[in-house]
């Protein structure tokens, strides 16, 4: 999957293809669904339907990735970006002396980040499944655990959050210093897919996005997701002890 034609010079070098098109997709899908979230959830009662939908695809879109870090292309994959502690000690020592080298991936102080990230994202959507506000909206698996466990996810859900919006904070935060402090421009490779190094040797581009691929994994996504909600319990709000 990577390609061994790259050509370019130290003074000039190559501009090569890093992150595949479903991986872009998958981010600016990724982020509008949880600042839909956020709105929805902030904006009331009224929209909590809404919040719950966006919800789902943030489910659904997660656990797209991290089934991707398997059998996607060589920077999508998690042995790509996930490195041992020494490494990512040379790393952050490379910036206290001033000399970041530039990764066509992740580099690895961001891997284990976005691993983070994935991680939070999953456990807020998984929490919001049980989770209710105890007048109106309850996630559709509310009635599948007693009041207590149901209490403990929604503190999940709201704690959690709080961890989110750190860590989306430190993300934008580290795009913001590699810009000022490194001169790399990483959000144009995340709209474009293209980066330009000059990389270490061995970092070559991708050849391909595997769409087919990405495709069947979408469908079985959706498939498992829609399993989850057809054969979630009935909600009965009702007979919930609110108390
Ligand atoms: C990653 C996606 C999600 C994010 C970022 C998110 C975020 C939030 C936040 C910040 C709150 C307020 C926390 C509180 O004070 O209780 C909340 C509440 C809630 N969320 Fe989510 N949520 C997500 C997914 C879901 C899902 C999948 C469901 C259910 C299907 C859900 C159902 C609820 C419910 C029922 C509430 C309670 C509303 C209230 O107490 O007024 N959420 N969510
Ligand atoms: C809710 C907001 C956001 C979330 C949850 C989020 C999450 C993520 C995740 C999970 C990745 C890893 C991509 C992967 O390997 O699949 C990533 C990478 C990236 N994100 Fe975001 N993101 C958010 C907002 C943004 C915004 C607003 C920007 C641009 C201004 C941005 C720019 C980037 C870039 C450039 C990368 C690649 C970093 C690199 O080159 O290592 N993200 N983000």
Redesign the pocket.
Known sequence: MVESDQTGSAEDPAEIH??DLP?RV???L??????GCWLTETLGVAWMQWHMRLGYLALGLVVF?IA??FVGPT??RFSN?LVGPAAVWRYARSWLEGRPPA?A???PI??WV?VL??IC?LVQATSGLFHTDDILTAGPMRAAVSTNLADDLGGVHATNADL?WI??GA??L??LV?RLVAG?R??S??LTGR?KGPFATGQAGISGSRLWMALALALSVTAAVWLILAFAPEPDLASFDFS
Do not use: P
């Open positions: 890093v992150w991986l998958f981010h600016w990724l982020a509008l669904t949880i600042l990735r991707w870090g920077y999508a970006f990764y991936g992740h580099n961001a891997g976005i990230m994935l994202v989110l860590l989306i993300h934008l580290a795009l590699h790399e990483l959000v490779g995340m980066k």
